[in-house]
């Protein structure tokens, strides 16, 4: 089955506790992306990855970091957590080419709360 | 950059009426892509549909249609015949045409009663 993956789903850690979320898929994606969805923000977008080896800043980096050693893995690194990185976060990935045909499929979500 | 505005935070419909969300853009493109994604509890995001700017022909997808009004800046939801598994988010998006960062607005909740 065709999916995008993230692990855990749910995580309760504290503050400065170094932490991954990994994301996974399985459909031979170039793009791959992280979003963290907030109350009243809607989703706003944290870094992304055109290829493997190659990522950029989103809307919203600050605190995060990525890697994209395969194509097909896309973890989300927080370093040093805090209270405010609390949230829901999405990870997606699309083909490459043209982005407008390339539907961006979703992982189901990990909620993260940072004491 | 480009912001997207759903101005009702709160809708509810009943079952079998129809029901329209709205959604407004601002850009300076000219091409670009817009979607509509939903969130049910289960919080999976699920494309609704999609529309390109430079189509004049609004997109259908079953019960769910699209109202786009490019110059207007404004791409709203019809969803007739609502259902009782209609009841999510619903978060209206923007794509440039050069890009691929989904830019979404802050979603409107949409709960169909029997």
């Known amino acids: 089955e065709a999916q995008v993956t993230q692990n855990p789903r749910y995580l309760i850690t504290v503050t400065g506790k170094k932490l991954t979320v990994t994301c996974s898929q399985n459909m031979n994606h170039e793009y791959m992306s992280w979003y963290r969805q907030d109350p009243g923000l809607g989703l706003r977008q944290i870094y992304y990855?055109?290829?493997?080896?190659?990522?950029d800043k989103g809307d919203v980096p600050e605190g995060y970091k990525v890697s994209r050693k395969e194509k097909r893995n896309f973890p989300l690194i927080l370093e040093s957590p805090s209270p405010n990185q609390t949230s829901l976060y999405f990870c997606a990935s699309s083909f490459a080419g043209l982005a407008s045909y390339n539907e961006q499929f979703f992982g189901p979500g990990t909620r993260l709360t940072v004491l | 950059a480009q912001t997207v505005t759903q101005s009702q935070t709160e809708m509810s419909v009943q079952e079998a009426e129809t029901v329209t969300l709205s959604c407004t853009y601002d850009?300076?493109?000219?091409?670009?892509?817009l979607f509509w994604y939903k969130q049910p509890p289960s919080r999976q995001m699920i494309l609704v549909i999609r529309q390109e700017a430079y189509k004049q022909q609004n997109a259908t997808e079953n019960r769910f249609s699209v109202n786009f009004q490019k110059a207007a800046k404004s791409f709203s939801l019809k969803i007739s015949d609502s259902q009782l598994g209609d009841t999510a988010m619903y978060f209206c998006a923007f794509m440039k045409d050069s890009g691929y960062a989904l830019n979404f607005g802050k979603g409107t909740s949409l709960l169909v009663t029997p």
């Open positions: 990855s055109m290829n493997v080896e190659v990522t």
């Open positions: 850009t300076s493109e000219n091409n670009y892509y």
